[in-house]
């Protein structure tokens, strides 16, 4: 061995001594999972890095600045297709090899918890955390807007009327409840 390769090693190890001494640290005892933040992290920024160049490959301009009306559609349709994601009844199957199921939380929404293995736990965390999927699908939703504009308003728009509709129908509960005094 090489008095480089002694001296990467030697380098390496104390890296790897540093970041382990600041995570037992930053956790003050609790199991926090900081090198599966840091792969979800690293894997975000390769998904980004990777749409970026295909917008850039494409040749489409990239507008100075998003309109008004495209900001709302991608709001409520992150916003539903997170929920949907990660809440869903429907899309558990897709969650399941991460989480745990506890129980129904709200109309055709499930509380599930991430198993607690290593690796499971991180992407357990963000199969069923709306707020951490709406990054995924915000992201995606923009970079669907630049490449194919017309079929990513139309998918917009459906998750829109969805949300739409799932409104109406949390209303319509509530007032038939409050109409035959059922709580």
Same mark, same amino acid.
């Given at each position: 061995m090489g008095a480089a390769t002694m001296a990467?090693?030697?380098?390496?190890?104390? !890296?790897?001594?540093?970041?382990?001494?600041?995570?037992r640290a930053y956790a003050a005892g609790h199991d926090r999972p900081l090198g599966g933040y840091l792969a979800a992290m690293t894997g975000f920024t390769a998904f980004t890095a990777a749409w970026a160049t295909a917008v850039r490959r494409s040749g489409?301009?990239?507008?100075?600045?998003? %309109?008004?009306?495209?900001?709302?559609?991608?709001?409520?349709?992150?916003?539903?297709?997170?929920?949907?994601?990660?809440?869903?009844?429907?899309?558990?199957?897709?969650?399941?090899?991460?989480?745990?199921?506890?129980?129904?939380?709200?109309?055709? %929404?499930?509380? %599930? %918890?991430a198993q607690p293995e290593s690796g499971k736990h991180t992407v357990g965390e963000l199969a069923t955390c709306p707020f951490c999927m709406s990054v995924w699908v915000a992201s995606a939703l923009t970079?669907?807007?630049?490449?194919?504009?017309?079929?990513?308003?139309?998918?917009?728009?459906?998750?829109?009327?969805?949300?739409?509709?799932?409104? !109406?129908?949390?209303?319509?509960?509530?007032?038939?409840?409050?109409a035959t005094g059922e709580d």
């Open positions: 990467d090693s030697r380098l390496a190890r104390r !890296l790897r001594g540093a970041l382990q001494r600041t995570g489409r301009p990239l507008p100075e600045r998003p %309109e008004p009306w495209d900001v709302v559609l991608t709001s409520v349709a992150t916003f539903r297709l997170s929920r949907l994601l990660s809440k869903a009844s429907v899309t558990s199957p897709l969650r399941a090899p991460f989480t745990r199921y506890v129980g129904p939380q709200g109309p055709a %929404e499930l509380h %599930e %918890e970079a669907g807007q630049v490449l194919w504009p017309r079929a990513t308003r139309t998918a917009m728009g459906t998750l829109t009327a969805l949300a739409g509709a799932d409104t !109406l129908q949390l209303a319509y509960g509530a007032l038939m409840d409050r």
